[in-house]
């Protein structure tokens, strides 16, 4: 792939881009189509049900495809008061970098999309980009609701991205490099959930808020705000929300799995099961913890959200570059 | 200079946090509510109207209507009334069996609003959980009186149904169970921070507010009060269980909601005794006219609902429909308060109070 | 209701089966003496009692299918009976006591007590109020009956009552030593004899806390003078309690004296609420003068609730007085309501005050042209919606009320619905 990136330009490139980007788009339906289901499977067994088990056998595997189908053909409406413009835009907004920061994260050693120096900064700063089509698809819809999901949103999304930053200093610091690769080759030896354990805390926690999930999910806060930003939303322009939550759930669980779970390196003694089998069995395993987290938990209040934010988090993340550096001087 | 604007915003009467169709207009500054004016009446059947066409045993189905997460309580309260009317004696098996059903109703009713309280504070679990729960009980009412909700079970004397056979049993069995999952309640929601932070200190009143705005129930023991019905006005035979009033005195959403988990608790002990004392046999009716003629004159009953005060009033001209009958219904009261205490807090806080006032809509708008 | 039950009184109204009670009254006397005898030889019998008991109840209830006046009296009988397993389970509320309302506490005085005299009139009075046409013709009987009954029954009452009274300490004190929490439902029969000799000291406490409470009130408030004949014969009563309270020994001259007593107070209505109401009528006329009141009666259809019926112009003024007065206290509102009754509107309060325990019934009645009234928001913020209620169904306007507009129903209904003469508006029609 490396080879093609730099390889004399021609329609065959574009040819092979074209596919290649397909097949991840594809990769990614297929997981968000199972993520919902495995969400929904995971829940019912937690709250004692069995969850989807009609369509598609008895485990309900084509519920999601259902859904989707079902929501293909629904009529789509926009308010006649809608800002029209904008609110078409805002589901591409909010869905287009949460695809385009899956290029950057490598699955295996050979599996990867576009092995930037700065791959890292790269996902960060791409992702925040998505606030914008939260808070558009929030003003545009001209409903107070989506008003109110929308700036709450972008308040905590922006707050939360403080936390989440500073807390991979220490991931950084300890692998000497912004690349997402040598992230992972460095944690050869130990992965660096060990080495910067408040790190890693103080990143899932952002990582929670920054997917809106329960419980930060207030914008959305279903009992509060009825449904937040997307309330106006129906048919495919509500599942392009949909989508972009989880295919940033995809990334946050495979970033996390990269940058403190050591990527697609095995446990030692183990390293005839292949890369990315690794890889999918952490990622997984962060998937099933934020489920987890979302039978359990209630949801925050918006300022006791920033509270913590800025009050325990922020804090913590800083703390965590001194320790990390005070580990690397003296252990390393 | 940063121009602010008020907002409207309309919450209701579709809405997932307003258990019904309760609506409530509020003027907010961003997130901070300035002022909130609750509009009801959008489930008002005119129970009362309606009632004073009826013969009172055809009431006793439209009692089931206005709390309708509570009916048996609601039947009661309208036999009360004519019993006490024509000073009736009631058999002391449908007076047990009346408890027994009464306080299970309790239980579904604290269960069912423990668990929308905590989805409305965006914890999906304990809804499922209680609901559990919760539909062990239906199944009960449902053996005994052929209702899941609308059970329309007493009538003026006794009850309607005898038990079936073996369903005691399945009520003392339902004690121990009972115990054991709230005990998994508090392990899941009692101790929670995140829970603790949204409802310690939400939704605070005093003690001379509750009383003044006519609160009853758990809104009333949460402020240091020691009221209930059961115990200081007895009514049927709540004087022989040995049971003890949950009283707190902070105020607060949180206060209420320790009240409401210990009222279950304390409703388990009065089945356990219930259960314990059951006659063994005996009539569940007793001998009344076959139409039922309240004598000339007028009576007001009130007893301990799980929601609060639940009184009647009946109007007798000595016929066999009431002259004027009127339900006290306590969400109506209790509901009376939210506009007050909403005044300054955040919307999220809306739903915290006004699901920890725990009100039932088709009693409010009666 | 099944025609099951029904099938004994075959369609008879309660007035005609009173009628025949009352028509073999006599008969229905001896039994009740008979009766009352029988039974209180019982509770000396301790620990079958309650067998005894039920068993007696079966056959009372052959008997009744016999003879409808025996089966008045065994009702009388009955009646005790359950009041008196009443009595025996408030055994377990001891510790509730302080909670437990005056009103209550008398009730339970008055029955545990065992004042039987009292009793007796008690009951022969709820007759009376329940069938008031026979009453006239019924009354010199019932005197005389009463007079012979009572007199021949003070003496084996009391002896019998002290024996129980005696029974029930030694078991106290054999539950107080022993087994009292051990197992407190595990023999059935064994609990309810317990629950009845802890009942009976209970009981004592309770009436030495209640006479004692009310001989308090009474002396600050009512003069003896004032006391109406009822209060006598209450008063006694509570005497007697009292006396009994302090020791068996004197219980049973105090039971005599009351057996005597009973005699010229029998014709008198003895609500325990009595007092109560008389209490609310003296503060109110001291402080307000006397004709602010309209009416004031106890309502023994609604639990004895004292009833004040207020005059239209001086509603608001009785309101405050009954909220801020010192004496009264009633910082309650529990209902509000109003009634339409077709020659005037009424507004019914049910005020009850955490303070003193007690409640009133607060009435006013209103012109039904002009149909308004003041409001009493100002004073219980808990009316506010009840008074829109009230303004939406019934259209009474509440003046000074701070939103009066409708609640219930839209705001362009027309008319009000609860109104007896109400005819709904249909614009197409």
Same mark, same amino acid.
């Given at each position: ?332 | ?366 | ?142 005197? $005389?009956?009463?007079? +012979?009954?009572? #007199? %021949?029954?003070?003496? @084996? !009452?009391? /002896?019998? &009552? =002290?024996? *129980? ?29 317990? $629950?009845?000799?802890? +009942?009976?000291? #209970? %009981?004592?406490?309770? @009436? !030495?806390? /209640?006479? &004692? =409470?009310? *001989? ?29 309270? $302090? ?5 049973? #001259? %105090? ?5 005597? /007593?009973?005699?010229?107070? *029998? ?163």
């Amino acid at each position: 792939m490396e080879d093609l990136l730099y390889a004399q330009p021609g329609w065959t490139h574009v040819a092979i881009f074209f596919a290649l980007g397909a097949a991840l788009l594809m990769t990614v339906l297929g997981f968000v189509t199972y993520a919902i289901l495995a969400e929904r499977k995971v829940l019912g067994f937690m709250q004692m049900r069995t969850g989807p088990n009609r369509v598609g056998g008895r485990f309900g595997l084509l519920q999601t495809v259902a859904d989707v189908f079902k929501l293909l053909i629904k009529e789509d409406t926009i308010p006649k008061l809608a800002d029209r413009p904008l609110f078409i835009l805002a589901p591409v907004i909010a869905f287009a970098p949460a695809f385009m920061v899956l290029a950057t994260i490598p699955f295996s050693e050979n599996l990867q999309f576009a092995d930037l120096s700065v791959g890292l900064l790269y996902y960060v700063a791409v992702s925040g980009l998505s606030t914008i089509g939260i808070l558009m698809g929030g003003w545009a819809s001209n409903n107070k609701y989506s008003l109110l999901g929308g700036m709450r949103a972008a308040a905590q999304m922006i707050s939360y991205e403080i936390p989440l930053v500073i807390s991979v200093v220490g991931v950084i610091l300890f692998a000497g490099s912004l690349n997402l690769n040598d992230i992972v080759r460095g944690q050869e030896n130990i992965a660096y959930i060990f080495l910067t354990p408040i790190g890693f805390f103080v990143f899932l926690i952002s990582s929670i808020a920054e997917l809106n999930r329960t419980p930060f999910d207030l914008p959305e806060a279903e009992s509060e705000l009825v449904a937040g930003y997307h309330v106006e939303y129906s048919g495919f322009r509500w599942a392009f929300f949909m989508l972009t939550e989880y295919v940033y759930l995809f990334a946050m669980a495979s970033l996390t799995t990269v940058l403190f779970l050591g990527g697609w390196n095995p446990i030692p003694f183990l390293g005839f099961i292949p890369g990315a089998l690794w890889f999918g069995v952490k990622f997984s395993i962060v998937v099933f913890f934020m489920i987890w987290i979302r039978g359990t938990l209630p949801r925050l209040r918006a300022d006791q959200l920033m509270g913590f934010a800025w009050k325990v988090l922020l804090p913590l993340a800083l703390l965590n570059i001194f320790v990390s550096a005070a580990v690397k001087e003296l252990f390393l | 200079m940063i121009r602010t604007e008020e907002m409207l915003l309309n919450v209701g009467p579709q809405h997932p946090s307003t258990h019904g169709v309760f609506r409530i207009v509020l003027k907010i500054d961003g997130e901070t509510i300035i002022e909130a004016t609750p509009v009801i009446g959008y489930l008002h059947r005119g129970t009362e109207k309606l009632a004073e066409n009826l013969q009172y045993t055809q009431i006793i189905p439209y009692t089931d209507r206005m709390d309708y997460l509570a009916a048996m309580t609601n039947n009661y309260v309208i036999c009360h009334a004519v019993e006490t009317m024509m000073s009736l004696e009631i058999p002391e098996r449908a007076e047990y069996l009346r408890v027994i059903v009464m306080e299970l109703g309790r239980i579904a009713s604290h269960l069912v609003w423990f668990g929308t309280y905590l989805l409305d504070i965006g914890a999906m679990s304990p809804f499922l959980y209680a609901f559990r729960e919760r539909e062990a009980i239906i199944n009960m009412l449902n053996e005994i009186c052929g209702a899941r909700l609308t059970f329309n079970y007493m009538r003026v004397g006794g009850v309607k149904w005898d038990a079936p056979d073996g369903w005691i049993e399945k009520v003392r069995d339902f004690v121990p169970y009972m115990r054991e999952e709230l005990a998994g309640y508090h392990d899941l929601v009692t101790g929670n921070e995140i829970f603790l932070n949204r409802v310690k200190g939400i939704g605070f009143y005093t003690k001379e507010e509750a009383l003044n705005y006519s609160l009853s129930g758990a809104n009333l023991r949460c402020t240091g009060t020691n009221w209930d019905l059961r115990k200081d006005e007895p009514y049927s035979i709540y004087e022989r269980f040995d049971f003890d009033i949950p009283v707190f005195h902070t105020g607060d959403a949180w206060a209420r909601y320790q009240c409401r988990m210990q009222e279950i608790e304390e409703s388990l002990k009065i089945l356990e005794q219930a259960v314990e004392q059951f006659p063994a046999e005996g009539p569940v009716m007793a001998k009344v006219p076959r139409i039922i003629k309240p004598p000339k004159g007028e009576a007001f009953v009130r007893i301990e609902s799980p929601r609060g005060e639940i009184g009647c009033y009946i109007a007798s001209e000595g016929k066999k429909e009431p002259y004027r009958l009127k339900f006290r219904r306590p969400s109506f009261y209790n509901l009376q308060i939210l506009p007050k205490l909403l005044v300054g807090e955040n919307i999220s806080n809306l739903i915290t109070i006004l699901g920890g006032i725990d009100i039932v809509l088709g009693e409010v708008d009666g | 209701m099944t025609d099951k039950q029904n099938e004994s009184n075959e369609g008879l109204s309660i007035e005609e089966q009173k009628k025949k009670a009352a028509a073999e009254a006599k008969a229905k006397a001896l039994e009740l003496a008979k009766q009352r005898q029988a039974e209180k030889a019982k509770p000396v019998e301790s620990a079958e009692q309650p067998t005894a008991e039920l068993e007696l109840t079966k056959e009372e209830l052959k008997k009744k299918a016999a003879a409808e006046a025996k089966a008045k009296a065994l009702e009388l009988a009955k009646q005790r009976q359950a009041e008196k397993a009443k009595a025996a389970e408030t055994a377990e509320p001891t510790t509730t006591e302080p909670e437990l309302t005056k009103e209550e506490q008398k009730k339970k005085a008055a029955a545990e007590a065992k004042a039987k005299a009292l009793e007796l009139a008690k009951q022969r009075q709820a007759e009376k109020a329940a069938e008031p046409s026979d009453t006239t013709d019924e009354t010199s009987d019932d005197l $005389a009956k009463q007079k +012979a009954l009572a #007199a %021949a029954k003070a003496k @084996a !009452a009391a /002896a019998a &009552k =002290a024996k *129980a009274a005696a029974a029930a300490k030694a078991k106290l004190a054999r539950e107080a030593g022993g087994d009292t929490s051990a197992q407190p439902a595990s023999d059935d029969e064994k609990a309810k004899a317990a $629950a009845k000799a802890k +009942a009976a000291a #209970a %009981a004592k406490a309770k @009436a !030495a806390a /209640a006479a &004692k =409470a009310k *001989a308090l009130r009474e002396a600050g408030g009512d003069a003896p003078s004032e006391t109406p004949a009822g209060d006598d014969e209450k008063a006694k009563a509570i005497a007697a309690a009292k006396a009994k309270a $302090a020791a068996a020994a004197k219980a049973r #001259a %105090a039971a005599n004296a009351k057996g005597a /007593a009973a005699e010229p107070a *029998a014709e008198e209505k003895p609500s325990p609420n009595q007092p109560i109401l008389d209490t609310y009528i003296k503060v109110i006329k001291e402080h307000l003068g006397e004709d602010v009141l309209e009416d004031s009666y106890i309502n023994r259809l609604s639990k004895d609730v004292p009833t004040l019926v207020a005059k239209p112009d001086t509603y608001y003024k009785i309101a405050e007085f009954l909220k801020h007065n010192d004496q009264l206290r009633f910082d309650y509102l529990s209902e509000m309501h109003g009634t339409d009754f077709e020659t005037h509107f009424e507004v019914y309060n049910h005020l009850y005050s955490y303070v003193n325990r007690q409640s009133v019934a607060l009435k006013v009645k209103i012109d039904r042209t002009s149909a308004t009234t003041h409001s009493i928001t100002p004073l219980w913020e808990g009316a506010n919606w009840p008074e829109r209620e009230t303004f939406d169904l019934l259209g009474i306007h509440f003046e000074g009320h701070p939103n009066l507009s409708r609640i219930m129903l839209p705001d362009d209904w027309v008319g009000h619905p609860l109104r007896k003469d109400y005819e709904p508006h249909d614009v197409e029609v």
